[in-house]
């Protein structure tokens, strides 16, 4: 028994001895501490390169710009500071075409359509022709007209001559009050002829043709704008209870709103407004409320707010969907805010253009809060004082962009 025990110990420790051995000369061969000593080193090593690649990652990229080309550029540095912050009403709203400034355009007597010189979308000023009509009762006026004329010849020249016959004590003195009064009633009929033209849409240089041809009624342009609506066609009859062209004038249009009842007693005649469309995100358009609805929408439970907008570009089109902010007096202490134009977006966050000594230009992000007027609160991520650029931050986002594509 004792001789097993002796046995399996002896083992063991041979196993052992033999294990270490191996071991040392392993790791003792040539080339073998080598490759452990350059293993650990590279890893080292990529571990360094590694923090220091991740470091200069993390390190804010700059712009530096001089003050000339800042100024050549538009680019406006200014300090941050606080400000009171105006609350807004969000609504939304649709454009329509001002009502003042529309106009139905139809003969006042009827004919037919000899031409048409004016189409769908055109722009046309206050007067011009749009069509012309051929008209029998056109036709008869003008008759009428000249032949007044002719009268009104005829009894000037008899006046003349009755003067001089009682002048020669030819004539009595009352064929001369007969030959004033033929004459002032010829006056008359022609002075009746004439503004019934006139009302037919005649100028005083139609009436002053002294040709004999048929005259063709001009249908004009009462303002100047774009047709929006044509049903003017050759050969058609046109009459008075027929438009043929509708003419609006879109350098000012109207946004309704509508005003939940909730809202309504902060909303008067008179407040500003700004209206952005779905189709330019960075355009504003300013405008004012000039009307508010006396009849709340059983329905919806709103209040119809009209707001005019000039649109001297013609950017805002009628039936357009529209996004109105209702500016509202600021009576919340100062925060921080900076104008809406000064954020830019990069990798995902709202950033803003830093710089300490004027040139050199950092994106720091930060946090935004509320946003009224076209300025927004920031929350985090600038101090008051700091300066920074409230416009041409797009150019400096653009050269930091450039600069990283360069490397």
């Known amino acids: 028994m004792n001789k097993n025990i002796i046995i399996i110990i002896g083992t063991i420790l041979a196993v052992a001895v033999g294990g270490g051995l191996y071991y040392r000369t392993y790791n003792s061969a040539p080339g073998k501490g080598a490759e452990k000593a350059a293993a650990d080193g590279a890893e080292k090593s990529g571990s360094k390169e590694g923090a220091e690649a991740a470091r200069k990652e993390e390190e804010p990229k700059s712009v530096t710009m001089t003050a ?33 400034r529309i106009a139905h355009v139809s003969p006042r007597i009827s004919g037919k359509i000899a031409s048409v010189s004016a189409s769908l979308g055109d722009g046309v000023t206050s007067g011009q022709v749009l069509a012309m009509l051929d008209s029998v009762e056109l036709g008869e006026a ?54 019934r033209l006139t009302l037919y849409g005649l100028s005083a240089a139609d009436l002053d043709k002294t040709d004999h041809k048929k005259q063709l009624l001009p249908l004009r342009s009462p303002i100047g704008g774009v047709i929006t609506e044509k049903h003017a066609i050759v050969g058609e009859l046109a009459d008075p209870s027929k438009s043929l062209y509708t003419v609006a004038d879109l350098s000012s249009v109207w946004v309704m709103v509508d005003i939940t009842e909730k809202d309504l007693a902060k909303v008067r005649k008179g407040q500003g407004a700004i209206v952005t469309i779905v189709a330019f995100p960075e355009l504003r358009f300013r405008g004012r409320i000039n009307h508010i609805a006396d009849v709340m929408d059983q329905a919806t439970r709103t209040v119809k707010a009209r707001i005019e907008v000039l649109n001297s570009g013609r950017t805002l089109k009628p039936e357009m969907f529209a ?39 950092k994106p720091h992000a930060i946090e935004i809060g509320r946003a009224s007027g076209g300025k927004i609160e920031v929350t985090d991520g600038l101090k008051e004082g700091e300066r920074y650029a409230s416009k041409g931050a797009f150019l400096l986002k653009s050269e930091l962009k450039k600069g990283e594509l360069g490397e």
Do not use: C, H, W
């Open 323 to 361: 996004t109105v902010e209702l500016a509202l007096p600021a009576d919340t202490p100062p925060v921080l805010i900076v104008p809406e134009d000064a954020l830019q977006e990069m990798d995902g966050k709202k950033v803003l253009f830093v710089t300490e000594d004027g040139t050199e230009f």
């Open 68 to 100: 000339e080309k800042q100024k050549l550029n538009g680019i406006v540095v200014v300090a941050a500071k606080k400000e009171r912050l105006a609350g807004a009403i969000s609504a939304t709203g649709k454009v329509e075409v001002n009502g003042d």
């Open 142 to 195: 003008m008759n009428r007209y000249r032949q007044s004329k002719t009268k009104l010849s005829l009894a000037r020249n008899n006046l003349e001559r009755v003067k001089i016959l009682v002048d020669k004590k030819i004539a009595a003195r009352k064929d001369i009050l007969q030959a004033e009064t033929d004459y002032q009633m010829t006056l008359t009929e022609l002075q009746t002829d004439e503004e």
